[in-house]
């Protein structure tokens, strides 16, 4: 790949593409690389986008949106043959594909060599990092450093996952000599990484033209407590504007928010950093079907989102959110079915229903629909118990995971990078400190649920069942085989 070009030459090329920086420009910023800066005092002056002093203003046919990359198809053959055979199946998909043509356009050794149509973006991506400090791009001895915290699945799932979009990609070109010359020589898996890192730490989500990269607006870094915000104009140019109240001085750092209720384990999965100023203490842990349960398999595949639970800790105390858990708590003898459905066109469908009714659209709203039921009292002490074995099992991995300490000495080979050890830290302790905070609330949860009236009657009546079970004479105890 071609040589990053320095920011010093974005003005040219903002100015050749008609990208208006009115009020602002491109600097490094001490520990957090590029970002926006005032060129002069800015103070908020409206909420309407369309009639707002805009700080940065940019046209409508530089954002990369999804009809963006359709225009894109339209004009270049090559594209369009592998957007045809490869995209159209997600947003995220699509420009993906398209960045992907970008990189590939780089690392030509002179224009005459450029296989795509050229595009403002063509010049644009020299100006990205080919390092995003999110840990899909760590090395492995820097994802090692993750061990036992909630993005150790994550981050191999998503390598996994990429490499299987990678190799799909690969096979369903490699009818088009021009694509399989490609596939076989230019382009390496490592793109296709570094497409997606692009675009999860650099996408935004306009009002109308949906997720999207935004040149030049991507620069700007994140604060809680933001100075701008971004908006579509009713020409559909994006417009970043002051927020309500602000006042930014010269020289000052303008930013915009991320997202204001996102873990910490959010925040470097996708953008590469954890924030500081954040109050948010949650993370997400995969849970897994029992595995005695014959309908384990069939849980997994009817559940219409991820098997995961969401653990928080707020000012209110210790909150879990997670229907996957009810589903795996409960059985046919509490009103769980699963029945196997042909719709006219043969297709065969699985099918749940929760006491004689089918939820199989309805499985995200599962706590909802059981809270009725006489015994959802036990429904949740069930729940309450195997979150507590799972917690467990989290803090136990995570006290055991790698712990290198920051030092200023230089960098070993194949130590990890000081920031990746200082984040990996951080995401380590913030997430003990919550699940030591689940697990004590966990536990006093259980002792009084396990003190409620309809739990104490079910229990009774279980060990009553299982004590007459046990007193019944054995079948053909008295026979005699000598």
């Not at 920011?7 to 520990?31: C, H, K, Y």
């Not at 924030?275 to 398999?297: M, T």
Request: one cysteine or more; aromatic letters at 8%; a negative charge.
């Amino acid at each position: 790949m071609q040589s990053q070009l320095p920011i010093e030459a974005f003005p040219a090329w903002a100015l050749l593409n008609n990208v208006d920086f009115a009020s602002a420009e491109i600097r490094n910023i001490d520990g957090k690389g590029l970002g926006l800066v005032a060129k002069h005092d800015i103070t908020e002056a409206g909420r309407d986008a369309s009639s707002s002093p805009a700080i940065v203003r940019i046209p409508r046919d530089l954002v990369l949106s999804a009809e963006a990359v359709e225009e894109y198809a339209k004009v270049d053959q090559n594209f369009k043959q592998l957007l045809e055979v490869a995209g159209r199946q997600s947003t995220r998909g699509d420009i993906l594909l398209y960045l992907l043509t970008q990189i590939i356009q780089s690392k030509g050794t002179s224009p005459s060599t450029r296989p795509f149509a050229s595009t403002p973006w063509t010049e644009y991506i020299k100006f990205l990092p080919r390092y995003i400090p999110i840990p899909t791009m760590w090395t492995n001895e820097e994802r090692e450093l993750l061990k036992g915290t909630s993005l150790e699945a994550a981050v191999s799932a998503k390598l996994s996952a990429l490499s299987h979009e990678y190799d799909g990609i690969c096979e369903q070109a490699s009818n088009f000599p021009f694509w399989n010359d490609l596939f076989w020589g230019t382009v390496k898996v490592e793109d296709w990484i570094l497409a997606d890192a692009w675009y999860r730490s650099r996408c935004l989500e306009l009002p109308r033209a949906g997720h999207a990269m935004v040149p030049g607006l991507d620069m700007a870094n994140h604060s809680q407590t933001h100075s701008a915000y971004y908006d579509e104009s009713s020409n559909g140019d994006v417009v970043l504007l002051p927020s309500s109240g602000s006042s930014i001085l010269s020289g000052g750092e303008i930013t915009i928010s991320y997202g204001q209720a996102k873990s910490a384990a959010e925040m470097l999965f996708s953008y590469g950093f954890i924030d500081q100023e954040s109050s948010i203490k949650e993370l997400k842990l995969q849970v897994a079907p029992l595995p005695d349960d014959p309908l384990g398999r069939a849980k997994l595949r009817v559940y219409n989102g991820p098997p995961t639970v969401r653990l928080s800790l707020t000012e209110q105390g210790f909150q879990w959110d997670s229907p996957f858990l009810y589903l795996l708590v409960l059985n046919e003898e509490d009103g769980l079915a699963f029945r196997i459905a042909q719709d006219t066109s043969g297709e065969r469908q699985l099918k749940l229903l929760w006491q004689d009714e089918d939820i199989t659209d309805r499985t995200d709203e599962l706590e909802t629909l059981v809270q009725n039921h006489d015994l959802f009292q036990v429904f949740k002490l069930r729940a309450v118990a195997v979150l507590e074995e799972r917690v467990a099992m989290q803090l136990d991995r995570i006290s055991s995971g790698f712990s290198y300490g920051v030092t200023e000495q230089p960098q070993a080979a194949n130590q990890p990078r000081a920031e990746c050890i200082l984040a990996a830290e951080t995401l380590r302790d913030l997430e003990t400190q919550v699940l030591q905070g689940v697990a004590e609330a966990l536990e006093n949860e259980k002792a009084r649920l396990l003190l409620d009236a309809r739990v104490v009657t079910y229990l009774g009546s279980m060990e009553d069942a299982q004590n007459e079970q046990a007193s019944e004479p054995a079948a053909n105890e008295d026979d005699e085989f000598s």
